[in-house]
Every structure is written in C-alpha cells, then in structure tokens.
Nanobody
C-alpha cells in the first residue's frame, strides 16, 4: 500500500500563509500525479492543485496566484504553499497520489491513495 500523511494545517488570519506537507510511505515503486483537494462543510471535495511526476502544475481558478504546489521526489513529499488566505478558504485539505505500488517484489500495480486530511481555518 501507499500511505499519505498530511500536516501543516491550523488557524491563520486572513491574508496570512500556511504550508501544507504530504509525505508518502509504504510499498512505493513510483509516484506519478499528486494533488491537493479541499472539502468545506456542506460542500463537495474540489481539486485545488495538481502536479505531475515531471513537475508540471495545474491550479484551480480560485487559488491561482496564491497557492504554489511543489514536490520533492527524493523525500516522497509534496508541498502546498498557501498565501493570501481568504475567509472562504477554510476546509479539510487532503492529499491524493496516483502511484505504483510493489506487489510480492515482482509486480507493480496502480493505486490511488488518499490522506486523512489536515484542517485549515481562516479568521477574518
């Protein structure tokens, strides 16, 4: 299995910044695309940002110019730098990985892994 653990959430004032981290572990053969999703109370989960194994990024319109996604392949870690946070940004932010997991040291299978999320709260 490939497991993801997020960290870095917390309470921040509007206009402030946070950096979220997502660390992957387990039977990792390789990690392809990774992304950060948000889910606010009563809302569906939405994709904020994604990054490919080559480092190409894509952002939702609501976070363009404010959030920056990066990854450190050597550490199996992806980061979300969140600047200029707004009162409508609070949500549980979850990390997703599209990866290949090893199986019996002989085979590699595609897996979709989700972290449990980290809470971001913005005070106005």
């Amino acid at each position: 299995q490939v497991q993801l653990v997020e960290s870095g959430g917390g309470l921040v004032q509007a206009g402030g910044s946070l950096r979220l981290s997502c660390v992957a572990s387990g039977s990792i053969h390789s990690i392809n695309d990774m992304g950060w999703y948000r889910q606010a109370p009563g809302k569906q989960r939405e994709l904020d940002a994604s990054i490919t194994s080559a480092g190409s990024t894509d952002y939702a319109d609501a976070v363009k110019g404010r959030f920056t996604l990066s990854r450190d392949n050597a550490k199996n870690t992806v980061y979300l730098q969140m600047n200029s946070l707004k009162p409508d940004d609070p949500a549980v932010y979850s990390c997703h990985a599209d990866a290949w997991a090893s199986y019996c040291d002989s085979y590699y299978l595609p897996v979709d892994s989700w972290g449990t999320g980290t809470l971001v709260t913005v005070s106005s």
